[in-house]
């Protein structure tokens, strides 16, 4: 009973790095989700995508790419990482719009 | 923009009473879901309670149940009989139609 898989779970990055952190589920939900989780704030959405081939831009996507080209799948890039993007990363999904959404456990990246 | 309101950082309980954490949004929708998720330590995202706009009646889970005033856009969570694995951070959020709007939280200590 899988759920929402994010990995990896911890990642150092060095200025100007890249890289994907990856997020799969196996509920077959059509909407998926990341959101980023700053000390002391609430989760902001970062991007998010209501099916396979859709993606749209949330409250913060500056530094971030995403693509889904399968409904399990939606993994979130980070080109030219920056100390800014220094957070917890959360993937969500939900079957719909009005369903609740299921998180993964997160991956904590830090950029020095 | 839509905005989510929890005003209250911090807040204590004794085991056994009863506590009300306070949210409010801002929306011009009239179709929309709210729901509070808790977050302990081990910063999985937990869905503790749900309610539909369009509802009357006040959702109810075991120990925990919302106060939803919709003219006020009020939506408070109250914890009866608190445990102390109650104890964890809790976000309120607001979904109008694709994805969570996150309040900051409101962080919960339950005391002995």
């Known amino acids: 009973n899988a759920g929402v898989t994010q990995t990896p779970k911890f990642r150092i990055l060095k200025i100007g790095q890249s890289m994907t952190l990856q997020c799969t589920q196996d509920?077959?939900?059509?909407?998926m989700y990341w959101y980023r989780q700053d000390p002391g704030m609430g989760l902001k959405l970062i991007y998010y995508s209501v099916g396979a081939g859709i993606t749209d831009k949330g409250e913060v996507p500056n530094g971030y790419n995403v693509s889904r080209s399968t409904t399990e799948d939606f993994p979130l890039r980070l080109e030219l990482a920056a100390p800014s993007q220094t957070s917890v990363y959360f993937c969500a999904s939900s079957y719909r719009g009005n369903t609740e959404a299921f998180f993964g456990q997160g991956t904590r990246l830090t950029v020095v | 923009a839509q905005t989510v309101t929890q005003s209250q950082p911090e807040m204590s309980v004794q085991e056994a009473e009863t506590v009300t954490l306070s949210c409010t949004y801002d929306?011009?929708?009239?179709?929309?879901?709210l729901f509070w998720y808790k977050q302990p330590p081990s910063r999985q995202m937990i869905l503790v309670i749900r309610q539909e706009a369009y509802k009357q009646q006040n959702a109810t889970e075991n120990r925990f149940s919302v106060n939803f005033q919709k003219a006020a856009k009020s939506f408070s969570l109250k914890i009866s009989d608190s445990q102390l694995g109650d104890a964890a951070m809790y976000f309120c959020a607001y979904r109008p139609k694709y994805a969570l709007n996150f309040g900051k939280g409101t962080s919960l200590l339950v005391t002995p």
């Open positions: 509920m077959n939900h059509n909407y």
């Open positions: 929306t011009s929708e009239s179709d929309y879901y």
